[in-house]
């Protein structure tokens, strides 16, 4: 049984998965993703028997999880799941489709079908790229002349990428919203991200919000694995919010951090992650 982590850098999280699989005798094989040399010409089948990827880069992680997965081995989470989750436009299509309470979102390819959605939407939206973490370019607009300004930045980008206009209605949360992870088709743990005077209306804390101890409700529980089941089995972070009609997911992610969640959960997340891909490994 061959169990493998591909990987960017020796992150917190990644530390702790390091810890987790020593603590019970797991052997991991380390694919560094900057160091990767792919002979795309060669016979496959030579990979571990799982492969849990970890990847910061999105277009590294799913060229190698492609590339392994064409040789045989299972890639924790698959190249399917990464490339709806890692695009907001396919993941708010696919729950909605799933009919999973989500926030009304439109997509747009120029600036004047940006107004015309922010006209639907009304004033304040929330506009972000369609692919991106860490609440990087994500905006709240207020007014007309905000929208404007910011089609104006996006439009002198280089990047095609930033000329897709991902709008969103804004929800009133309660200066907090939810994530809940999701292993193997059972929510083991949920914490809420709340805002701060540094992180500003924006929750991840990654930007400064922090984190505190959500209970996982029959409700909650019953809502994240029916937002999962619009990818793989698998290892999910499950975004939602919390609005006066209950409660609506708007993000699902495929490589979630988790180094502020177990402290204040006390669940061992990197513990239940490593079972379950040594789980993977057997079948």
Same mark, same amino acid.
């Given at each position: 049984?061959?169990?493998?982590?591909? !990987?960017?850098?020796?992150?917190?999280? &990644? @530390?702790?998965?390091?810890?987790?699989?020593?603590?019970?005798?797991?052997?991991?094989?380390?694919?560094?993703?900057?160091? #990767?040399?792919?002979?795309?010409?060669?016979?496959?089948? +030579?990979?571990?028997?799982?492969?849990?990827?970890?990847?910061v880069?999105?277009?590294?992680?799913?060229?190698?999880?492609?590339? !392994?997965?064409?040789?045989?081995?299972?890639v924790? +989470?698959? !190249?399917? =799941?990464?490339?709806?989750?890692?695009?907001?436009?396919?993941? =708010?299509?696919?729950?909605?489709?799933?009919?999973?309470?989500?926030?009304?979102?439109?997509? %747009?390819?120029?600036?004047?079908?940006?107004? *015309? %959605?922010?006209?639907?939407?009304?004033?304040?939206?929330?506009?972000?790229?369609? *692919?991106?973490?860490?609440?990087? *370019?994500?905006?709240?607009? &207020?007014?007309?002349d905000?929208?404007?300004?910011?089609?104006? =930045?996006?439009?002198?980008?280089? +990047?095609?990428?930033?000329?897709?206009?991902?709008?969103?209605?804004?929800? +009133? @949360?309660?200066?907090?919203?939810?994530?809940?992870?999701?292993?193997?088709?059972?929510?083991?743990? #949920?914490?809420?991200?709340?805002?701060?005077? @540094?992180?500003?209306?924006?929750?991840?804390?990654?930007?400064?919000?922090?984190?505190?101890?959500?209970?996982?409700?029959?409700?909650?529980?019953?809502?994240?694995?029916?937002? #999962?089941?619009?990818?793989?089995?698998g290892?999910?972070?499950?975004?939602?919010?919390?609005t006066?009609?209950?409660?609506?997911?708007?993000?699902? &992610?495929?490589?979630?951090?988790f180094? &502020?969640?177990?402290?204040?959960?006390?669940?061992?997340?990197?513990?239940?992650?490593?079972?379950?891909? %040594?789980?993977? %490994?057997?079948?």
């Amino acid at each position: 049984m061959r169990i493998g982590v591909c !990987y960017t850098v020796v992150s917190a999280e &990644n @530390k702790m998965l390091f810890d987790a699989a020593k603590k019970r005798g797991v052997e991991l094989e380390r694919v560094i993703d900057g160091e #990767a040399l792919l002979d795309l010409g060669a016979r496959q089948g +030579n990979g571990p028997d799982v492969l849990l990827q970890r990847s910061v880069s999105f277009s590294r992680s799913q060229y190698l999880t492609y590339y !392994y997965e064409k040789s045989g081995t299972q890639v924790v +989470n698959s !190249y399917r =799941s990464a490339g709806i989750c890692g695009d907001k436009m396919l993941c =708010s299509l696919e729950l909605s489709r799933a009919k999973v309470p989500t926030p009304k979102t439109y997509l %747009a390819f120029t600036p004047e079908a940006a107004r *015309m %959605a922010a006209d639907k939407l009304g004033f304040p939206l929330v506009m972000k790229p369609v *692919m991106g973490s860490w609440a990087r *370019m994500v905006h709240r607009i &207020n007014d007309l002349d905000s929208l404007d300004a910011a089609l104006e =930045s996006r439009e002198e980008m280089g +990047n095609p990428w930033q000329k897709i206009y991902y709008l969103q209605e804004h929800v +009133n @949360k309660p200066g907090r919203d939810i994530r809940a992870f999701v292993v193997g088709g059972e929510v083991i743990a #949920a914490i809420y991200r709340v805002s701060t005077e @540094k992180s500003g209306w924006i929750t991840n804390t990654g930007r400064g919000g922090t984190a505190s101890k959500c209970e996982v409700t029959p409700g909650l529980s019953e809502l994240c694995l029916k937002a #999962a089941s619009i990818v793989d089995e698998g290892i999910y972070g499950v975004d939602l919010m919390e609005t006066g009609h209950g409660l609506v997911v708007h993000e699902i &992610n495929h490589t979630t951090e988790f180094r &502020n969640s177990s402290p204040v959960t006390g669940v061992d997340i990197a513990d239940r992650m490593i079972e379950y891909t %040594a789980r993977r %490994a057997k079948r």
